[in-house]
């Protein structure tokens, strides 16, 4: 590390040890962390993203071992999976024990367990010798971190101090997985797909079967909007020319909703200018940059911002980010 950014570790774990948040960077996005056994720091998460305590924060560990003290059991299939893609974009759902409060599983018996892969992060966690919860470091709903200065942006008003450990290499949250005993289930996609998980659990022999219903229970948090950015997105699920989709659009804004579950939402009141977000049609780089796109776009004074899916979308490697789209949008044009 730099002089710098060693001066700035200190800080942040100066500021931790205090109780108070601190913005920490992870290979995802960026996290608003704070101690597991400082639930007055942990209350302050909330009340700085003004996060209902009904959405659950994932724990973030520095080893297996320290992921295992979180838990009332640690089944093979967590073995496997933890050895094959910790650190990493995968958080496993397991009964957690009684050093994780209600307040950060929101009163689930589980939690989400992860080791993210940043070497500043790691440093961090080792050091204080505490697992930290960090949910994403954004307002409720909105779009995630990709950058210390989206943080920055984000909490303007809030004073938080943000970890500068550049910008994240994976780009979208991490895939969450509920692992019973004997089964599993994708409560949340992301870049480690279905077919990855299975493979990995198939080559170390274990039996497990998918569960196919997973009671709202189980998996909250999951809203039909979420990572939206400050101008309405409109995700098209077939090619259309932009004059064609402006008529319709004049046809149909009514249907942008004012707010989606608490979070408010800018009116599309003019149809002027329209800013076509464009993937990389790499789905690792369409990833990392998903988000930054999306907050330029957003931030470039345009009425509306537009998607078009196309057809190799449809494969399971872009799932993780259509999901993000797909949630992030105000409007379907299909
Ligand atoms: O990549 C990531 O996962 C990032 C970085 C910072 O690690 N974190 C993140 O946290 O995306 P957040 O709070 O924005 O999303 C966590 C989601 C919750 O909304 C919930 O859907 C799920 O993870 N989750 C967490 N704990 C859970 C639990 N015990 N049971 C079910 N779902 C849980
Ligand atoms: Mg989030």
């Not at 569960?211 to 998996?219: D, L, R, Y």
């Not at 009116?267 to 796109?293: C, F, G, I, M, T």
């Given at each position: 590390?730099?002089?710098?950014?060693?001066?700035?570790?200190?800080?942040?774990?100066?500021?931790?040890?205090?109780?108070?948040?601190v913005a920490i960077p992870t290979e995802t996005v960026y996290g608003l962390a704070a101690p597991i056994n400082n639930l007055y720091a942990v209350e302050k998460i909330f009340s700085i993203k003004q996060r209902p305590f009904?959405?659950?924060?994932?724990?973030?560990?520095?080893?297996?071992?320290?992921?295992k003290k979180c838990v009332t059991s640690w089944p093979d299939l967590a073995q496997v999976l933890a050895e094959n893609f910790w650190p990493g974009p995968l958080t496993l759902v397991l009964n957690k024990n009684s050093s994780v409060s209600d307040l950060i599983s929101s009163g689930l018996p589980s939690v989400g367990l992860r080791i993210p892969n940043h070497p500043m992060t790691l440093k961090l966690i080792r050091e204080l010798n505490v697992p930290l919860a960090a949910p994403s470091a954004n307002k409720f709903g909105r779009t995630s971190p990709t950058?210390?200065?989206?943080?920055?942006?984000?909490?303007?008003?809030?004073?938080?101090?943000?970890?500068?450990?550049g910008p994240c290499q994976v780009g979208i949250e991490s895939t969450v997985l509920l692992v019973k005993s004997e089964?599993?289930?994708?409560?949340?996609?992301?870049?480690?797909?279905?077919?990855?998980?299975?493979?990995?659990l198939h080559k170390h022999q274990q039996k497990f079967t998918w569960?196919?219903?997973?009671?709202?229970?189980?998996?909250p948090g999951h809203m039909k909007h979420h990572y939206m950015p400050d101008v309405p997105l409109i995700f098209c699920t077939k090619p259309v020319e932009l004059p064609i989709l402006k008529k319709w659009l004049l046809q149909h804004k009514d249907q942008i909703p004012q707010s989606v579950e608490g979070v408010s939402?800018?009116?599309?009141?003019?149809?002027?200018?329209?800013?076509?977000?464009?993937?990389?049609?790499?789905?690792?780089?369409?990833?990392?940059?998903?988000?930054?796109?999306?907050?330029?776009?957003a931030g470039s004074e345009c009425d509306f911002i537009y998607f078009i899916q196309k057809d190799f979308h449809k494969t399971e490697t872009w799932s993780g980010i259509l999901d993000r789209l797909l949630k992030a949008s105000s409007l379907r044009y299909e």
């Open positions: 590390m730099s002089q710098i950014s060693d001066s700035a570790f200190q800080q942040a774990k100066s500021l931790l040890q205090k109780g108070l948040p009904f959405d659950p924060l994932i724990v973030h560990v520095a080893s297996i071992e320290q992921a950058a210390a200065q989206h943080v920055a942006d984000e909490f303007k008003n809030e004073s938080v101090f943000v970890l500068d450990g089964q599993i289930s994708i409560l949340r996609q992301g870049v480690i797909t279905a077919s990855q998980i299975e493979g990995v569960i196919e219903n997973v009671s709202k229970k189980e998996s939402l800018k009116p599309l009141n003019k149809l002027e200018k329209s800013q076509e977000l464009v993937l990389s049609h790499d789905p690792a780089l369409a990833a990392r940059q998903l988000y930054a796109q999306m907050r330029t776009l």
